[in-house]
């Protein structure tokens, strides 16, 4: 099982996801892999913002190595299930599906924790260390419910 997770600049919240998400297949002993990226190019090669780094690490977790990358559409054919952070993220990655059987694997990551709700993972780069902290915990019951469909 290949996971990517999708936000805007990929330095934020979707480095925060993968890291939790890299913890939980470690935890739960998981035959599966994840990345991440941003739809946008701002931030290509860039490390995790300080406050994503400090959040993870306050939780014993490190994402110091994660580089910025941006969505590709071969990412469609290397990954079995894209979740994208906002709606935003969300609608910009099924304007490039090519296909329904890319569309499918495309779902808001808050919908594995609060199916249909469609609750975006606040953005938390303009605001200050607490925001990362409420991401973290949002994004932490999401990949649990993500680790816990795998394994059944
Ligand atoms: P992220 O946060 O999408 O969670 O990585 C952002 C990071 C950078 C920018 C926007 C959002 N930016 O505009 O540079």
Request: aromatic share 8%.
């Amino acid at each position: 099982m290949k996971i990517l997770m999708v936000c805007l600049g990929n330095i934020c919240r979707s480095p925060m996801a993968e890291g939790i998400m890299r913890d939980k297949i470690n935890e739960y002993g998981l035959n599966a892999q994840v990345d991440s990226c941003g739809t946008a190019d701002y931030h290509v090669g860039d490390s995790p913002d300080h406050r994503a780094q400090k959040t993870l690490k306050q939780h014993k977790s490190d994402i110091s190595m994660l580089r910025g990358r941006q969505f590709q559409i071969s990412d469609f054919d290397s990954f079995d299930l894209i979740f994208t952070m906002d709606d935003n993220n969300y609608g910009n990655i099924m304007a490039l599906a090519r296909n329904e059987e890319d569309e499918k694997k495309v779902e808001m990551i808050m919908n594995k924790a609060y199916p249909n709700e469609n609750i975006p993972v606040p953005d938390p780069y303009y605001g200050g260390i607490n925001g990362f902290e409420e991401v973290y915990q949002m994004l932490t019951l999401a990949c649990d419910k993500i680790a816990i469909g795998i394994k059944n």
